[in-house]
């Protein structure tokens, strides 16, 4: 869609850069059927050269613009639509999002032993700590 769009726009400045180009070839004519000297005609010549450059130069502005408003156009879509991932959403987690912890909880399920020896023989906490989940209850994924 922006690129037919700056293709019309630039269609649109080329038309009008060719307009100006004539319009400045016949006030030439027009002037030099007025002057009276050799250097009158040439410095008519030289004011129609000069509103040539103009129309150019503004046919050459116009399209870097378009070009700018294409550009400016794509970048604004990809920013818009583009959303941030939620901290903690589906595993991720950015740097320095984390609560940092003061005290490294240790697990205190399954309660009894059993299972893996580790598993049981946990260092009671000292302090504030987090509570086991779920209380008195197994981790999860346990099924029995």
């Known amino acids: 869609m922006h690129s037919a769009k700056k293709k019309v726009s630039d269609m649109a400045s080329a038309a009008k850069e060719h307009v100006d180009i004539h319009k400045a070839k016949a006030e030439e004519k027009i002037e030099k059927a007025a002057v009276r000297t050799k250097e009158e005609e040439e410095i008519v010549h030289e004011r129609r050269k000069v509103k040539e450059a103009e129309a150019k130069m503004k046919l050459h502005e116009a399209k870097a613009e378009h070009a700018a408003e294409k550009l400016h156009a794509k970048q604004t879509h990809h920013l818009c639509c583009h959303q941030e991932p939620v901290v ?4 991720h987690q950015h740097v320095g999002t984390a609560v ?36 008195g209850g197994h981790p999860p994924g346990y099924h029995k």
């Open 88 to 91: 903690g959403g589906h595993g």
């Open 100 to 135: 940092p912890m003061t005290e490294t909880p240790v697990p205190t399920y399954p309660l009894g032993g059993g299972g893996h020896p580790s598993f049981g023989t946990a260092i009671p906490p000292t302090g504030n700590t987090v509570p086991t989940y779920p209380p």
